[in-house]
């Protein structure tokens, strides 16, 4: 299975400012077109929501301030500049092949 | 609009069977490229892909659950339906349903959810 790390575990931002969240692939994740990582944020007693699709696509209807970067096994989930509302839990998610693979999650909370 | 609804038991015993329900709109599993399937998470954890179903009846497991899952569909009363045979108390979890259009495409489409306890 590819397991797929993400760091940090929690964050805490200042309103504003950039929260980073990484996320590495235990083996690549990318062909030379598209990397097969997408990210959601999930707030309590919700599902998660899909924010970025192959590694760096804004999902239609997402605030610009979220941004998507990497390939091969590395990758990033930017938020900037970080609201009060994106206080949240942030996935990544492969589907490299099967099984489909989360991160442990990081959970952002604003300052 | 696309919308999905999980239904489930609420709560069941060990070594009982789980079955879950997801009830769909707003598209056509008959359409090329469609598949629906199933995610869980434990309260406070993370969240682990278990299923899914494609418009030709293709069917993926997680293999670490393959032996205890059953996936199967109703195109025509757009119905998804999962059997988790054997339930413990690991299983007590929320079961997501969820749409992808197009292997390798993300899940842009969740229902809300519905809670699974396993208790004695």
């Known amino acids: 299975d590819i397991v797929l790390t993400q760091s940090p575990a929690s964050l805490a931002v200042s309103l504003g400012q950039r929260a980073t969240i990484s996320c590495r692939a235990s083996?690549?994740?990318?062909?030379?077109?598209?990397?097969?990582i997408h990210w959601y944020q999930q707030k309590p007693g919700q599902p998660p929501k899909l924010l970025i699709k192959?590694?760096?696509n804004l999902e239609s209807g997402v605030p610009a301030r979220f941004s998507g970067s990497g390939s091969g096994t590395d990758f990033t989930l930017n938020i900037h500049p970080v609201e009060e509302e994106d206080t949240a839990t942030y996935y990544c998610?492969?589907?490299?092949?099967?099984?489909?693979?989360f991160g442990g999650g990081t959970k952002v909370e604003i300052k | 609009q696309v919308t999905l609804k999980e239904s489930g038991p609420g709560i069941l015993q060990p070594s009982q069977t789980l079955s879950l329900t997801c009830s769909f709109s707003?598209?056509?599993?008959?359409?090329?490229?469609?598949?629906v399937g199933w995610i869980r998470q434990p309260s406070g954890k993370g969240l682990e892909w278990l299923a899914h179903?494609?418009?030709?009846?293709?069917?993926r497991y997680n293999p670490a659950l393959k032996s205890r899952l059953t996936i199967s569909k109703n195109t025509s009363s757009n119905q998804v339906f999962l059997k988790i045979a054997s339930v413990d108390t690991a299983d007590t979890a929320t079961y997501y349903c969820?749409?992808?259009?197009?292997?390798?495409?993300?899940?842009?489409?969740w229902g809300q959810g519905t809670l699974v306890t396993v208790s004695a």
């Open positions: 969820t749409r992808i259009e197009m292997y390798g495409n993300p899940f842009a489409y």
């Open positions: 707003g598209f056509s599993l008959s359409t090329s490229g469609m598949g």
């Open positions: 179903i494609w418009w030709d009846d293709d069917k």
């Open positions: 083996q690549s994740v990318s062909t030379s077109n598209y990397g097969y």
């Open positions: 192959y590694a760096s």
């Open positions: 998610q492969h589907n490299w092949e099967i099984p489909w693979t």
